[in-house]
């Protein structure tokens, strides 16, 4: 594809849940788990594409699984946040690092791994945020990395909302790597129960699928509490804005990195 498009487009591509990406020339490959989502991703990839460069050509197979493990040791290494906090693979020792907290990942997902520019914003604002004893809903949990940085950093309790039964497994393999055995309450399912209000609410989903459900969380935080919003492309910032000023919570800061943008917002 042109070369404008192409980071942007391999931004949205691993966003939606790549696991490991190669680039050669004008060519990217991505690769996705084969589960009961891959047309899903593979057709909200096609649209987004065609899209940008409707000269884009996109080709789809299947690869033997056998091979990816390799492919992550060597697209997945040690992640630094701020000072207080690494991601690390589970195949590091975290004795090799200084870092205070130490989130380790089995990966499954690079949405959710700590590489991807909206994971490392919304684990750079928990890691100012998160001061003790709070109560978090992580919604869209994925890897649960963002409920598990919560609890390592104090809080009290997270609710994790996921409604893709194929991520159960990989969550429990996270937590228990974390050493993490209460507190952290999953609800996988399309209805959750949510016990509100909480302290602090934290959402990382790409506009497509945040902002059909984003509306039914307005009132799930305290006033004052704090809501991160992330998973959103910069060029996504006007809309965004109008969709948050409809709701009870005010944009205290953004933060970007990249072509992505985050929201810290207050409740009112």
Not at 90 to 117: C, L, Q
Not at 181 to 210: C, W
Request: glycine letters at 6%; charged letters at 20%; a negative charge.
């Amino acid at each position: 594809m042109a070369e404008e498009h192409r980071d942007i487009a391999i931004d949205f591509a691993m966003a939606l849940g790549g696991l490991a990406i190669v680039e050669k020339d004008d060519v990217f490959q991505v690769s996705y788990p084969l589960d009961h989502s891959t047309q899903l991703i593979l057709s909200e990839l096609k649209t987004y594409i065609q899209d940008l460069d409707p000269a884009a050509n996109l080709v789809q197979s299947v690869v033997d699984y056998e091979n990816w493990n390799k492919n992550w040791q060597a697209f997945f290494k040690p992640t630094p946040i701020t000072e207080q906090l690494i991601v690390l693979p589970e195949w590091e020792s975290p004795d090799d690092f200084p870092h205070p907290i130490k989130i380790r990942i089995r990966p499954a997902m690079a949405f959710g791994t700590g590489t991807h520019e909206t994971t490392q914003l919304c684990l750079e604002i928990l890691d100012d945020q998160i001061l003790g004893a709070e109560r978090v809903l992580d919604v869209g949990t994925g890897s649960g990395i963002l409920g598990i940085t919560a609890l390592l950093k104090g809080a009290a309790q997270v609710d994790a909302l996921e409604n893709d039964p194929f991520t159960e497994e990989n969550i429990s393999d996270n937590l228990e790597l974390n050493g993490i055995h209460s507190g952290f309450n999953l609800q996988i399912t399309e209805t959750p129960l949510l016990n509100s209000p909480y302290d602090l609410m934290v959402v990382n989903i790409i506009k497509a699928r945040l902002f059909p459900i984003l509306p039914s969380y307005f009132d799930s935080v305290r006033t004052a509490g704090k809501v991160i919003v992330s998973g959103l492309l910069l060029t996504e910032d006007q809309e965004t804005r109008e969709l948050l000023s409809q709701s009870p919570w005010k944009i205290l800061k953004t933060f970007t990195k990249n072509e992505w943008i985050a929201y810290l917002c207050e409740v009112k």
